[in-house]
């Protein structure tokens, strides 16, 4: 698993959503093993600290090959949309930025460009990319 210690602050934020997301992850509980081995994966979570190595000891570990590979698209589209420079937000403004993001499966970034890529405000291209 390629992790940088830039990445930490967001696997570890998208390992967190998946946890209140989905009951099943990191793994399908389909049956008694399966949901004790999901339970295991939980509780070492939960003693994992915020070091790279953890980070990654524990999703070499834990997840599937599918949440890996999720994980693994997850960190490079925030690589792909860390900003040039810091932006100022007040609290309750990224709280409820978080909240809209989370709840479209986006991230931050990508929702906000989502919802003001609009046709009238590209400014000159065409749908084309012209």
């Known amino acids: 698993m390629k992790i940088k210690k830039s990445d ?3 696997a570890v934020q998208w390992i967190e959503v998946q946890i209140a997301r ?3 992850f990191p793994f399908d509980q389909t049956n008694e093993k399966a949901a004790k081995k999901n ?3 939980l509780k070492d979570w939960r003693k994992c600290t915020s070091s790279v190595q953890d980070i990654r000891e524990w999703a070499d570990e834990w997840l599937t090959a599918d949440n ?3 994980f693994q698209e997850a960190i490079v ?3 792909s949309y860390k900003a040039d420079s810091p932006i100022n937000l007040t609290k309750d403004a990224l709280k409820c930025l978080e909240q809209a993001a989370e709840a479209a499966e986006l991230s931050p970034s990508e929702l906000i460009i989502a919802h003001f890529s609009l046709p009238a405000l ?3 291209s065409t749908e084309s990319g012209e």
């Open 8 to 10: 930490v602050a967001m």
């Open 22 to 24: 989905e009951d099943s």
């Open 39 to 41: 339970l295991k994966a």
């Open 68 to 70: 890996k590979k999720r």
């Open 77 to 79: 589209a925030a690589r």
């Open 122 to 124: 590209d400014s000159g």
